[in-house]
């Protein structure tokens, strides 16, 4: 791994994903996105909706100063859509209207309005709480849904919130994320490939793929054991960041050949599919 | 909430979590176990295959005092498998060779030698990594693969690593977790159901929602839109923690039918099933 490489971290906010509810795709979402442009992805967080909790794992985030910081969840109209109150807390920013994410809102509602054949949908309280962003914040259109997301720049790191929905986070990431993320990553590329090994133990492969990692220092291994120790089918995956993908591709390629003989060497067989 | 409810957190280790390559299906798995025993789920925390990652990873949450610390993976024998030297960093202790743990390794590929047909597998470095524990750890029995699970009592915090693999994380709890989280847990009991409104949008339903919290104040409630805002269908979740499953129900029904009343003056629908 070089040092040009830019990390991001995610947390997720939501108490659905505390009580196992529901499954935390958004997480792996990010993670393979950001992974695939070469960011590498520090840690993930889920806090439950509650200011204090965010506002903590906000801080506890920046103090370790990733480029990126994301959030997913808690941006829409309830009470306990909480997340910009942490970030606000966090950053010791005030809450205010933001005209251009008002903006949105209003035009989202008007569509609804004249989609349902009604004249005007009123803006209450919990429609204008979406446009409700911490000063200094750049709201980010929402192609799905209504609430926009949600950009600030916090020194060196740019905090990013969307919403916990899948589509509606997908879609602004898409559109305002990636960009941003590309630009950061430079031409870092993130290569993974994954070989198969049977009849041998896990532990007897451990000291080939140290032997291997060794003389290949940049590329990654790791072993996932899919059978048992006693009856070993196992998945060796490999990857590596690089600066272009011939770079990443030959560094594995490499790899894989040494990792495949030594394994062969100590009676295992090597499958490339699982 | 009542004071008396215990708290967890999570630590996932992996780097093909934060690669986005594996969905964590560990973390909500535990989640949903803990939650079900009353016991509330505080955070989750993944973090990469690197010492001082999991070492502050676990030490922060420490301060955090949770009654219960649990971390899954980076138990088995390569190199990467580095959770016990990240627990040992964070509280400052020795790793050492654990007699027990070295006795139930050393059944383990007794067993793998005979169901193999060779004399005996030798207990080489790797295999006696995973015997090898923070001075002063309990090991717990894996029923379904070789490396034990361990248990240290830290102060008022029961930290527990529980291996990777599903099947092994599943199995170490249910034999030895489960009692430890129910003595803990008390009385508790976690009661939660849904119910489904049509017709009426997120943002219109939310002065409803905090009206019925309001009037239930041990009642937890939370949309989650599942159309969209100008098509609105959304689930509506309640939840609870109580002394009893009958004082949970109860609970929950009251509120369930105060907001349907609610939803129903409004022009919404509801439905008891998606």
Redesign the interface.
């Known amino acids: 791994m070089n040092k040009m490489v830019q990390q991001i971290e995610i947390i997720c906010v939501g108490?659905?994903?505390?009580?196992?509810?529901?499954?935390?795709?958004n997480?792996?979402?990010?993670?393979?996105?950001a992974?695939s442009m070469g960011i590498?992805?520090?840690?993930?967080?889920?806090?439950?909706?509650d200011t204090d909790?965010i506002a903590n794992?906000i801080k506890?985030a920046l103090q370790r100063k990733p480029r990126f910081l994301i959030t997913t969840g808690g941006l829409?109209?309830?009470?306990?859509d909480k997340t910009l109150e942490g970030i606000a807390k966090a950053l010791n920013r005030r809450l205010e209207v933001n005209e251009k994410a008002l903006k949105m809102v209003r035009q989202?509602y008007d569509?609804?309005a004249k989609?349902?054949g009604i004249e005007r949908?009123e803006l209450?309280?919990?429609?204008i709480k979406?446009a409700k962003l911490p000063e200094g914040a750049e709201p980010l259109p929402n192609p799905?849904?209504?609430a926009p997301g949600v950009r600030i720049d916090v020194e060196k790191t740019f905090l990013i919130a969307l919403p916990g929905?899948p589509s509606e986070m997908e879609a602004i990431f898409e559109e305002s994320v990636v960009s941003l993320l590309k630009r950061e990553a430079g031409k870092a590329v993130?290569f993974?490939t994954s070989i198969y090994a049977d009849n041998i133990?896990?532990?007897?492969?451990?000291?080939l793929?140290?032997k291997t990692?060794h003389d290949n220092p940049y590329v990654?291994i790791?072993?996932?054991?899919k059978g048992?120790?006693?009856k070993p089918h196992i998945e060796i995956?490999f990857?590596t960041t690089a600066e272009s993908s011939k770079i990443a591709k030959d560094r594995i390629g490499k790899a894989i050949i040494q990792l495949s003989e030594l394994v062969q060497r100590s009676g295992g067989k090597i499958k490339t599919l699982s």
């Open positions: 108490n659905e994903l505390l009580t196992g509810k529901t499954l935390n795709t997480a792996q979402w990010i993670a393979k996105r992974t590498v992805v520090k840690r993930i967080i889920v806090v439950s909706d909790e794992a506890e829409g109209p309830t009470f306990d989202k569509a609804y989609a349902g949908v209450t309280p919990p429609r979406m799905v849904g209504t929905v993130f993974e133990m896990e532990s007897s492969l451990a000291p793929i140290d990692m990654y790791k072993s996932h054991p048992e120790e006693k995956h990857s």
